[in-house]
């Protein structure tokens, strides 16, 4: 079946750090992939988002691209801040069907001052 | 616009008995969503519903566990009886639906359930 495999956690960077959140699926088909972040007290939201191959995603400095030979959606940002201390989750949804979204484990990502 | 609503927050209970969540989706939203997260791991989809019919419940396990859409907007989440291991959030989630790749959904603040 579908599944999404993340970096184990915890991560722990100092600000302006770089990141990278590593990301592997497997999927049937051709699936389209998300990034959500839960902060501390909330619920899940979504950052970002690729629905098919080579295609970048961004929001709030984060990046990730939809790699389909190595099938990788890594979560990338240039320079982190104690804000984005959070939950990351990786999902991939399927392209047809009922679109249920399939989870990775979560990394937690803690940003120090 | 409003967000996906949950209540209760918070239920304690213990094993054996039984208890309910509630969930309001965003107001034009035909697809609900349950998804159980137990500490340490990402969410799990338990039932999804296209307006007031079962899309998919192939991972709810159905001894224990019952959901109804009424009327295609709220719905409910019951657990009868409860185990140790139902101890989770439970999250409520909703999207347009449509069948659109990337459907973007957008999840309540859950109900973390701890069953002594």
């Known amino acids: 079946g579908d599944s999404v495999t993340q970096m184990e956690g915890p991560v722990t960077l100092s600000e302006e750090a770089f990141l990278t959140i590593n990301c592997t699926y497997t999927?049937?088909?051709?699936?389209?992939l998300f990034w959500y972040v839960q902060y501390p007290g909330e619920g899940l939201q979504l950052l970002l988002k690729?629905?098919?191959?080579?295609d970048k995603g961004s929001n709030k400095g984060f990046e990730a691209t939809y790699r389909k030979e190595t099938t990788s959606f890594h979560l990338e940002k240039g320079s982190v801040q104690v804000s984005d201390s959070a939950v990351y989750f990786c999902a991939l949804s399927t392209s047809e069907g009922a679109q249920k979204l399939v989870f990775g484990q979560g990394t937690r990502l803690t940003i120090n001052p | 616009e409003a967000g996906v609503a949950q209540s209760p927050r918070y239920k304690i209970i213990e094993k054996r008995q039984s208890v309910a969540f509630w969930c309001n989706p965003i107001?034009?939203?035909?697809?609900l969503y349950w998804y159980q997260q137990i500490l340490g791991q990402g969410p799990k989809l338990l039932i999804q519903f296209q307006n007031n019919g079962v899309v998919d419940d192939s991972q709810l396990p159905k001894d224990r566990f019952s959901a109804e859409r009424l009327k295609g907007v709220d719905s409910t989440l019951k657990i009868q009886p409860a185990k140790l291991e139902d101890s989770a959030v439970y999250l409520c989630?909703?999207?347009?639906?449509?069948?659109?790749?990337?459907?973007?959904?957008?999840f309540g603040p859950g109900t973390r359930l701890t069953v002594l």
């Open positions: 999927a049937t088909g051709y699936p389209s």
């Open positions: 690729a629905t098919k191959a080579d």
């Open positions: 989630a909703s999207s347009l639906g449509g069948g659109r790749a990337g459907n973007e959904q957008f």
């Open positions: 107001s034009g939203h035909a697809t």
